[in-house]
């Protein structure tokens, strides 16, 4: 079974612009969540999908969004990028029932210059 | 509102000694705890969890946490270390039996002396 697959791996963005990462779950598993890896605050929930519907969310401003599609593949978004932005950005499948672990992709490392 | 304090940012262990990495937590509910670690480049892979029942958790690798409710506490051990060991460890907690939503130690690093 391939595991949850993140694309882009690498990106550079400038302040003010605007990104979008991709998240492709394991097979069968419906629910995908979002974390921020930064040197500063450490890993820090974003949010979390189940069957295209949000049902957790972080502390974020609204610049970061996201969304879930039928496939449960899940994109992130993040608008009018600003340098504290600059991260490692992992998303986390799971079939979401009771009792079932996350499983991690490698991330996708976000420069913003 | 659940937070996680890991005590030490770094540990230095020879291989083959002890390993013992410490965390404490503070929940306004009954916590469900986690430790995950994340070799470079890589994402998280859960070692073990606790939910209910038995307070002493054994994971994967030969790891094993206890869950201490009266010192609100959820230490990492492994008797003997091995250089595959080498890796950043977090401790987490969540408010919900899945891990969702989980709030996360700043984390542990562990280097293993030859």
């Known amino acids: 079974k391939a595991g949850v697959t993140q694309t882009p791996r690498y990106l550079i963005k400038t302040r003010g612009q605007q990104v979008t990462l991709s998240c492709s779950p394991i097979?069968?598993?419906?629910?995908v969540s979002w974390y921020q890896q930064t040197p500063g605050q450490g890993l820090q929930f974003l949010f979390e999908y189940f069957s295209e519907t949000q049902r957790n969310k972080g502390n974020f401003p609204g610049r970061f969004s996201g969304r879930q599609f039928s496939n449960s593949r899940s994109e992130m978004n993040v608008s009018t990028l600003e340098l504290g932005d600059s991260a490692l950005y992992l998303c986390?499948?799971?079939?979401?029932?009771?009792?079932?672990?996350?499983?991690f992709g490698s991330g996708t490392q976000l420069s913003v210059l | 509102a659940q937070s996680v304090t890991q005590l030490g940012s770094h540990v230095s262990v020879s291989e083959g000694a002890l390993v013992l990495l410490r965390c404490n937590y503070s929940s306004s509910v009954p916590p469900y705890l986690f430790w995950y670690v994340q070799y470079p480049n890589q994402g998280l892979q859960l070692l073990l969890k606790?939910?209910?029942?038995?307070?002493l958790v054994k994971g994967i690798n030969g790891f094993e946490a206890e869950f201490k409710k009266s010192e609100t506490s959820f230490h990492l051990t492994k008797p003997s270390a091995h250089m595959s060991d080498a890796a950043e460890y977090f401790c987490?907690?969540?408010?919900?039996?899945?891990?969702?939503?989980?709030?996360f130690g700043a984390g542990t690093t562990v280097t293993v002396r030859a």
């Open positions: 097979s069968g598993h419906r629910s």
């Open positions: 606790y939910t209910t029942g038995a307070t």
């Open positions: 987490a907690v969540s408010p919900y039996v899945n891990d969702y939503k989980l709030s």
């Open positions: 986390a499948s799971s079939p979401g029932t009771e009792n079932e672990k996350l499983f």
